[in-house]
């Protein structure tokens, strides 16, 4: 995995400027700000790539296991016995009536 900070080549430039110029002068006790100006005169990195890209990369790790979960879920419905004479809908009505408290404690009259 590369960082944003080793693609940038101002910042790069800038220091192996001052490696250099470690090498070449006897640094005297200014030398830490002397880097760091020479760092914020190279500026700000660049901009992250942005919410597209990512969001891109995001997809095609994906899409794989869409793809797989889609023929595994028609796979299982091609294999179901589903009986087009049996009410589906009125199994799911009768579990949705609701019941009283006469009928959990067994008072009914």
């Known amino acids: 995995m590369r960082f944003q900070i080793s693609e940038n080549e101002r910042l790069k430039r800038t220091f192996q400027e001052i490696y250099s110029a470690k090498v070449r002068d ?8 002397d ?5 914020r005169q190279a500026g700000p990195l660049k901009s992250a790539a942005g919410f597209w890209p990512a969001f891109e990369s995001l997809v ?11 023929l595994l879920l028609g796979l299982l419905f091609m294999r179901m016995d589903l009986d087009r004479g049996y009410d589906y809908l009125g199994t799911v009505t009768a579990d949705m009536e609701r019941s009283t408290l006469s009928e959990f404690y067994g008072l009914e009259g």
């Open 26 to 33: 006897d640094l005297g006790d200014g030398w830490q700000s």
């Open 35 to 39: 880097v760091m100006r020479r760092v």
């Open 60 to 70: 095609w790790r994906l899409a794989p296991v869409c793809c797989l979960l889609v």
